[in-house]
C-alpha cells in the first residue's frame, strides 16, 4: 500500500493532542499566522506528498525561534512554532516547503513542527 499524504499542519497538532489522552473534545484552537521571511523557505504551486512530521525544539523561547525565522539571514523556517502555554504560530503554509529537516527531501516530504523549551 502507499502511503497517504497528511493534509494539515494543525491537523498532526490534533492528532497530537488526541493521541496524547485528552478526554474532552477540543475545538480548533486558535492559530495565529505570523509568515517566516520570503527566501526562507521555498513556495510550491503543486501538492506536495507529505509523509513525515519533524518535531524540533528550538532552544529557546517560540517568540525568539519567531523572530528567527522571519530573519532572512537564518536561511531555516518551520510550518508551525507551538509555545509552552500552547499557541501555535503557523509561519511557513502547509503546502510550502519550509527549511527545517536539513535534507531537500526530507523538507519536500514533511512538516516541520517547533516547540519552545530545551533538549
Known sequence: ?????ILSACAI????AAAA???QAQS?????????????YTPSSTSRG?????????E?????????FQNSSSDVSAHCV????????QMVADKDIAWHAGTWY?????????HEGFA
Open 1 to 5: 500500500m502507499g502511503k497517504k499524504p
Open 13 to 16: 497538532l490534533f492528532a497530537l
Open 21 to 23: 489522552g485528552q478526554a
Open 28 to 40: 480548533k484552537p486558535p492559530v495565529s499566522w505570523r509568515p517566516a521571511a520570503w527566501d526562507n
Open 50 to 58: 507529505i509523509w513525515y512530521v519533524v518535531i524540533h525544539t528550538i
Open 60 to 68: 529557546g523561547s517560540a517568540a525568539a525561534g519567531i523572530s528567527w
Open 82 to 89: 507551538v509555545s509552552n502555554s500552547g499557541a501555535i504560530t
Open 106 to 114: 526530507y523538507n519536500q516530504h514533511s512538516i516541520g513542527i517547533e
